[in-house]
C-alpha cells in the first residue's frame, strides 16, 4: 500500500494582503531593518503588484541582496546566486553588487564579470575589488581574463610584470624579481600579490618582516589563500605539521614548497596522511619499510621497534611479514625496557634498563661499535632515575637492596661511561647530603670541580657542604666566589648569614660569647635586611642581655619596638629566644611586656607564618614554647579564617605539635564545611597523637568516608595521606596474617598446628632477622610467599617506599611472634590494594 504524500503547502501572503498599501509599506521597511529579508521581499513584492514605484524597487533589491549574502554565508550559493539574479531581474538603476561580481567569480563564471567592467561604469565603485580577483584568477592561469578585458585594463596591463615577479621568485632571481615588483604600482590589483611576494623574500632568515607584511592584507583579499598558506610557513615544525594536516591539498602542497620540502617529502607526507590521524602501529610500519630507501634503513629502523611496543611479542611477527632482520638481543631488551616504563612500576623500569646496560657494558670493547655506544651505556644506566626522579625523591636508606641505593649506584656508574653529565653529579651530590653521606659528597664534588671549576650550582653544593660540616671560612670563601660570578645572589648571602647566626647561637649555648660576638661580627658583613637583619638584632640583643642585664634589657626593648606590638613580634621574640635557651616569660619580662593577644586574622596569619618559617629552618619547640603559644592560640580568632587558610594553619599546628588547638580548629572547621576529607584527617590524628587505641570503631569509619570523597573530589593528597594513615593503622586488614602459611596437607602436620606460641615467636623472630640482614624482596622469596602477596608488596612499595614497608612488615611479624593479631578491630580500607 502506497503511503500517502503530504500535499506541500505553499507560503501565502495573505498577512499583507488583509493591510492597507501604507501598513504593509510600514511592515516591510521595518523587516528589512530587522533583517527578516524573506519577510520583507513578500511585502515588497505586493506592494509592487499594486503600483510601480522606484523606492520600492530599491528596497526589494536590497531586500534580496541581504537574502543572498545569508544564504552565501550558510553554503547555500546556488541559492544566493539566485537571489541576486531576480535583483539583476529588477532592471532599472539597480547596479551590480559586488558581492554579486564576487560570487559569479567563486563559482567560475568570469564571462559576465568581465564584461561588466568592460563596460566602464556599469559597476561603480567596486572596480578594484573585482579587478583583484581576477588578477588572481589571471595569475592562476584563468585565459578567459586576457581574452575578455581590455589591454588597457589595470588586470591586464600590469599582467606582465606580476608573471615576471612570480617567474623570477620561482627561479630565485632576486634583482629580477626587485625589478618585476618595482614595476607595479601601489593601486594596481596585484598589490596584495606584491606584499605576499616581499613577504617570501624574508624567508626563512626574517621571519617577522615577512609576519608583518602578511598583516597588511585584509581579511577578504582577493590572495588570501596564498596569504594563509605564507602565515603556514612561518609556524614552528611542530605547530606546522599539525596545520598542513587540517588545511587544503594545494594549500598544504604550497606551504611545503615554500618550507622547502622537496617532492619527495610532500609525496610521503600526503601518503601518511591517507592513513588517518592515528593510524595502527602496523599500518606505521608497513608504511615505513615501503620507503625505507627514502627515509634511511637505520632511522626506519629505530622507529620501528618503537612500534611493536604496543603488541610485544607478538608484534615480532610484524617484522617476519615485512621480510625485516630479526631482532637482535639488544633489540629486544631495549624493547623490553620501553615496556617496563609503561607500567609505571620503578623497579622493574630499573631491572629492565639495568639489563640493556649490562649487555651494551659486555658489548663496549667490540670492534663494530658506534661511537656513541659509551653514550648509551650512561644513559641506559641513568634511566631509571630519570624517569622516576628517585634521587631528588628520596634520602640514602640503610638497606643497600632499596631502589634509592640501586639507582644510586647505577647513576654513580654511568659518570664513568659519560663524565661529562653534570645533572648526574648535582643529584647524587644533593641526594647524598639530604643522607649526610659527607664523605660521598666531598667525593663526587671533588670530582665534579675539577671539570667545571666555576659553575654556580657546583660552588652553591660546595658551600652548603662546608656549612654542614661547620666549616664557616671556607663556606665565606665559596660565597665571594659566587658573588664574584652572580652579584645579585641573595640566596647566597641569606644562607651564609644564617650559618654564622646559628655557630652564634651554638657558641651561646656553650658559653663561648667572645666567639659569638666573632660570629655575629661575621654575619654582619653579609646581612642586608629582611628575615636575617631581625635575627641578627635579636640574638645580638639576647647576647647583650646575657652578658650585662641592664644595658642589655635595653637594647631588646628597642629591638621589641621595631618588631610591633602584636602577638606576631611576641612570637618572633620567643623563638628567637627558645634557640639560645631563653625563656619566653624572662624575656617578656626583660622587655617590659605584657603577652599580647592575638589583635586579629592578620595577626593571626603573621605568627603562624613565622612558625612556618622557624620550622623550615630546623628550629625546635621547647616545653615553654608549647605553653606560650597553647594558651595565646585557645584565644585566636580562627573562625575569621578562610578555609585555605585554615588548612595551612592545621598543617602548621600539627608540626609543632600543638594536638588539642589543631583539634579545635579541625573541629571548627567541620561545623562549617562538613566532613571535609582534609580536617576529618586533621581531626583524627590530632585526638589520637600517640596512635589510635581502638576503641572506637567511629572515628575509623569517619576516615574511611573522608577517604571515598577526597576520591570523588579529586583531591589526590588529601586521600594518600587517609590511605597511608589507614595502612600505618593495620596494614593487612582484618584477619589473621597473611603470611602466617598453614602447613602442607599432611596428617604427619596435624600435631603442629596445636604447638604452643613459642613456635611462633621462634619464627617470627627468624623471619624478622631475615629481612633486616638480607632485605625485605630477598627474605620474602626465602620464605616463599604467593605471587598475589608479592603483587600487592610491590603496589605498597610503589606507592609507600619500600622502607615503610619494611617496618609495617617487621612490625606485623612482631605481632604475630606475641600472639597478637591487631586484624579483627578494624575494618577494611576501601581500595587498599
Not at 534580496?64 to 539574479?85: F, I, N, S
Not at 652572580?486 to 647566597?492: E, F, L, R, T
Amino acid at each position: 500500500m502506497s503511503k500517502k504524500q503530504k500535499r506541500r503547502t505553499v507560503r501565502s501572503s495573505s498577512k499583507f494582503t488583509q493591510l492597507t498599501p501604507e501598513a504593509t509599506e510600514r511592515k516591510a521597511l521595518e523587516d528589512l531593518e530587522a533583517g527578516h529579508f524573506r519577510d520583507a521581499i513578500a511585502g515588497f513584492k505586493q506592494l509592487l503588484k499594486l503600483e510601480s514605484r522606484p523606492a520600492w524597487c530599491t528596497a526589494l533589491a536590497d531586500a534580496y541582496a541581504g537574502r543572498a549574502r545569508e544564504l552565501a554565508a550558510k553554503g547555500m550559493l546556488k541559492e544566493a546566486l539566485v537571489m541576486w539574479e531576480n535583483r539583476s531581474g529588477l532592471g532599472g538603476d539597480i547596479a551590480l553588487d559586488p558581492d554579486h561580481a564576487a560570487l559569479l567569480l567563486r563559482m567560475g563564471r568570469v564571462e559576465p564579470v568581465c564584461d561588466l567592467l568592460g563596460r566602464g561604469n556599469a559597476v561603480p565603485l567596486v572596480h578594484d575589488p573585482l579587478r583583484a580577483l581576477l588578477a588572481a584568477r589571471l595569475l592562476a592561469g584563468d585565459a578567459t581574463v586576457a581574452k575578455r578585458l581590455a589591454p588597457l585594463d589595470p588586470v591586464m596591463r600590469y599582467a606582465e610584470a606580476a608573471r615576471s615577479a612570480l617567474a623570477a621568485y620561482c627561479a630565485g632571481d632576486a634583482p629580477a624579481l626587485r625589478a618585476a615588483l618595482a614595476a607595479i604600482p601601489f593601486r594596481s590589483p596585484y598589490r596584495d600579490w606584491v606584499q605576499i611576494l616581499k613577504a617570501l623574500q624574508c624567508l626563512p632568515d626574517k621571519p617577522q618582516e615577512a609576519a608583518a607584511l602578511l598583516r597588511r592584507l585584509g581579511e577578504g583579499s582577493a590572495f588570501g589563500r596564498l596569504k594563509e598558506a605564507a602565515e603556514l610557513v612561518l609556524l614552528p615544525e611542530t605547530a606546522f605539521l599539525e596545520a598542513i594536516r587540517g588545511s587544503g591539498r594545494n594549500q598544504a602542497r604550497f606551504a611545503c614548497m615554500l618550507r622547502g620540502w622537496p617532492p619527495e617529502r610532500i609525496r610521503l607526507w600526503e601518503e601518511l596522511g591517507r592513513l588517518g590521524a592515528e593510524p595502527r602501529p602496523l599500518e606505521l610500519l608497513r608504511f615505513l619499510y615501503r620507503h625505507g630507501a627514502a627515509l634511511g634503513s637505520d632511522w626506519v629502523r629505530r622507529r620501528g621497534l618503537r612500534l611493536l611496543v604496543d603488541e610485544f611479542p607478538a608484534s615480532l611477527k610484524w617484522f617476519d611479514s615485512l621480510r625485516a632482520v630479526r631482532l637482535t638481543r639488544e633489540e629486544r631488551l631495549l624493547i623490553t625496557a620501553w615496556l617496563a616504563e609503561r607500567s609505571g612500576d620503578l623497579w622493574e623500569v630499573q631491572d629492565a634498563w639495568e639489563a640493556h646496560a649490562q649487555h651494551l657494558i659486555e658489548r663496549a670493547d667490540a670492534p663494530d661499535q658506534e661511537p656513541t655506544s659509551k653514550l648509551r651505556i650512561a644513559l641506559a644506566l641513568r634511566r631509571c632515575n630519570v624517569r622516576g626522579n628517585v634521587l631528588s625523591r628520596h634520602k640514602p636508606s640503610s638497606d643497600p637492596e632499596d631502589l634509592d641505593r640501586v639507582v644510586a649506584e647505577q647513576v654513580e656508574e654511568s659518570l664513568k661511561w659519560d663524565p661529562d653529565e653534570l645533572e648526574s653529579y648535582l643529584d647524587l651530590i644533593h641526594y647524598y647530603r639530604r643522607g649526610q653521606r659527607f664523605k660521598d659528597v666531598r667525593r663526587l664534588l671533588d670530582r665534579a670541580t675539577e671539570r667545571w671549576p666555576q659553575d654556580l650550582q657546583l660552588l652553591g653544593a660546595a658551600m652548603d657542604t662546608a656549612l654542614d660540616g661547620g666549616a664557616f671560612k671556607k663556606a665565606a670563601g665559596l660565597a665571594r666566589q659566587i658573588l664574584t660570578l652572580d652579584p645579585i645572589n641573595s640566596g647566597v648571602r641569606e644562607r651564609l648569614v644564617e650559618a654564622h647566626l646559628a655557630h652564634a647561637r651554638k657558641q651561646i649555648l656553650k658559653g663561648r660569647l667572645d666567639l659569638a660576638h666573632k660570629e655575629l661580627a661575621a654575619a654582619e658583613q653579609w646581612v642586608r635586611g629582611g628575615h636575617p637583619r631581625e635575627q641578627l638584632d635579636l640574638i645580638s640583643a639576647f647576647l647583650g642581655l646575657i652578658e650585662e642585664a641592664d644595658s642589655g634589657a635595653a637594647a631588646l626593648r628597642e629591638v621589641a619596638k621595631r618588631l610591633g606590638d602584636g602577638f606576631s613580634a611576641q612570637v618572633a621574640l620567643a623563638l628567637a629566644g627558645n634557640r639560645v635557651g631563653l625563656l619566653p616569660q624572662d624575656l617578656l619580662k626583660a622587655a617590659e611586656l605584657q603577652t599580647a593577644r592575638i589583635q586579629g586574622r592578620d595577626d593571626l596569619l603573621a605568627a603562624l607564618n613565622r612558625l612556618r618559617a622557624h620550622l623550615d629552618q630546623g628550629g625546635k619547640l621547647s616545653r615553654e614554647i608549647d605553653t606560650f603559644l597553647n594558651r595565646s592560640f585557645k584565644r585566636a580568632p580562627w573562625p575569621k579564617l578562610s578555609r585555605t587558610e585554615l588548612e595551612a594553619a592545621c598543617d602548621t599546628l600539627r608540626r609543632c605539635r600543638l594536638h588539642q588547638v589543631r583539634l579545635s580548629v579541625a573541629r571548627l572547621a567541620l561545623k562549617q564545611w562538613r566532613g571535609a576529607p582534609v580536617f576529618e584527617l586533621h581531626a583524627f590524628e590530632a585526638r589520637y597523637p600517640k596512635g589510635f587505641d581502638g576503641r572506637s570503631n567511629d572515628a575509623i569509619r569517619r576516615l574511611e568516608l573522608a577517604l571515598e570523597r577526597a576520591r570523588d573530589e579529586g583531591d589526590t593528597r588529601t586521600a594518600l595521606r587517609i590511605k597511608e594513615t589507614l595502612v600505618d593503622l593495620n596494614p593487612f586488614a582484618f584477619g589473621p596474617s597473611p603470611f602466617m602459611f598453614p602447613p602442607d596437607d599432611d596428617e604427619e602436620d596435624d600435631e603442629l598446628l596445636d604447638a604452643s606460641s613459642l613456635d611462633d615467636s621462634v619464627a617470627a623472630d627468624f623471619i624478622i632477622t631475615l629481612i633486616e640482614t638480607l632485605g625485605l624482596r630477598k627474605a620474602l622469596d626465602i620464605i616463599g610467599i604467593t605471587p598475589d602477596m608479592k603483587r600487592e608488596l610491590k603496589g605498597m612499595i610503589k606507592e609507600f617506599g619500600e622502607d615503610h614497608v619494611k617496618r609495617l612488615v617487621i612490625e606485623l611479624f612482631r605481632r604475630a611472634g606475641d600472639g597478637d593479631s591487631r586484624g579483627g578491630r578494624f575494618p577494611r580500607p576501601p581500595d587498599l590494594f
